[in-house]
């Protein structure tokens, strides 16, 4: 991940809990949508400046959300790295794999449902043995 990655104890719980936020640019971020601190996250500059809040304090108030939860953009080189180490786990049943496009993807979510008795669970058992073996 890039160097530049901080992680930091504070963990606004609200957009009113951002220090140098007032009432009226509180009311202004909500006017126009910001509503979490987890929107302002992934906010740009320009959306918070087209608001009337100034440049400085809109990088400010995005760098402290941000930081709040944690909230980090990865590089595509990086991205094109982490799907590197993903791998494919056999269903055991090659019809099934063939839909899945090659099996379930590990560092994923697979969700299967169905009535009872569809073998959702037996599939689930299955995979227990392909992860331990594999």
């Given at each position: 991940?890039?160097e530049?990655?901080?992680?930091?104890?504070?963990?606004?719980?609200?957009?009113?809990?951002?220090?140098?936020?007032?009432?009226a640019?509180?009311?202004?971020?909500?006017?126009?949508?910001?509503?979490?601190?987890?929107?302002?996250?992934?906010?740009?500059?320009?959306?918070?400046?087209?608001?009337?809040?100034?440049?400085?304090?809109?990088?400010?108030?995005?760098?402290?959300?941000?930081?709040?939860?944690?909230?980090?953009?990865?590089?595509?080189?990086?991205?094109?790295?982490?799907?590197r180490?993903?791998?494919?786990?056999?269903?055991?049943?090659?019809?099934?794999?063939?839909?899945?496009?090659?099996?379930?993807?590990?560092?994923?979510?697979?969700e299967?449902?169905?009535?009872?008795?569809?073998?959702?669970?037996?599939?689930?058992?299955?995979?227990?043995?392909?992860?331990q073996?594999?």
């Open positions: 991940m890039s530049d990655l901080e992680k930091t104890n504070t963990a606004y719980q609200t957009i009113e809990d951002i220090p140098g936020l007032g009432p640019t509180v009311n202004k971020l909500k006017e126009i949508g910001f509503k979490t601190i987890e929107s302002l996250s992934t906010a740009t500059v320009a959306e918070l400046v087209s608001a009337g809040i100034g440049e400085q304090v809109a990088e400010k108030v995005i760098e402290a959300a941000r930081k709040s939860r944690a909230i980090t953009f990865v590089r595509g080189d990086e991205l094109v790295e982490l799907r180490n993903i791998r494919k786990l056999t269903t055991g049943c090659s019809s099934l794999d063939t839909l899945l496009q090659g099996g379930i993807e590990t560092q994923s979510l697979t299967f449902y169905g009535e009872f008795g569809s073998g959702k669970s037996q599939l689930c058992h299955q995979l227990c043995v392909t992860v073996l594999g």
